[in-house]
């Protein structure tokens, strides 16, 4: 699994990595600038909002909104990220942080029109994934919403088709969403839907 010093080894090329995979409507990153488009859309909504983006990267997503004046508080463990990300948004409050050991204090005191997430959280095991919605989930205002863009499937038996077609690129060492079973795990917490977007990737919408 990536740790924080490999993600500041892929923050250079990390776009390009993006682009091609992306190009090639190839696992992991198919459809992922619709993917950003979509939450791109649905968060510009609410004019100067206030954004929480966990797990930022090199600010693809967030930039474009912190260009259109809203308000960009980010999480990210990667130092080279951040720096690249921070080049983009010089007034944005990017924090250095491993989601995994829960929220930093910083955030604690802040309430979000929109948190958004994109290709990041499947780095954490199923009830991380779990635990970081119960805790940002209380940081949305009224009416707020979660966006969490990723590779995602509907049903396990989907993505394990996937990963059957991809079996010589597949990553093992992540942990992709399964929207049936998120939403199980959710039942009684939060309401989940799925927008599909790729034959590997789509965006999570999570509400109070
Ligand atoms: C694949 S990149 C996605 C970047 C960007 N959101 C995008 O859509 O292009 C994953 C990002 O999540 C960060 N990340 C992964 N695990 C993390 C963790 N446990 N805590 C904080 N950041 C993490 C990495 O440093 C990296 O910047």
């Known amino acids: 699994m990536l740790n924080e010093k490999g993600f500041d080894l892929w923050a250079d090329h990390y776009d390009k990595t993006v682009q091609i995979s992306e190009d090639n409507n190839q696992y992991p990153f198919a459809g ?13 909504q609410p004019h100067q909002s206030t954004i929480l983006d966990i797990g930022f990267g090199t600010g693809v ?3 474009k909104l912190y260009e259109h004046n809203h308000e960009i508080i980010g999480l990210d463990f990667s130092k080279q990220m951040i720096s690249i990300a921070q080049s983009k948004m010089p ?3 990017l924090i250095e942080w491993d989601i995994s050991k829960g929220l930093p204090g910083e955030v604690h005191s802040k309430v979000f029109d929109s948190i958004i997430s994109t290709y990041a959280l499947h780095h954490l095991r199923e009830e991380e994934k779990v635990s970081v919605i119960n805790d940002i989930l209380p940081l949305l205002k009224e009416n707020g919403k979660i966006f969490i863009g990723d590779v995602a499937f509907p049903t396990r038996r989907q993505l394990e088709a996937c990963r059957l077609e991809n079996i010589d690129v597949w990553d093992e060492d992540e942990f992709y969403f399964v929207v049936e079973e998120l939403s199980d795990r959710l039942k009684g917490i939060c309401t989940c839907k799925f927008h599909p977007v790729s034959h ?4 999570i919408v999570l509400e109070k």
């Open 61 to 63: 997503l967030a930039a």
């Open 91 to 93: 007034d944005a409050q």
């Open 200 to 203: 590997c990737g789509g965006v």
């Open 32 to 44: 992922y600038k619709q993917i950003l488009a979509y939450i791109y859309n649905e968060v510009m």
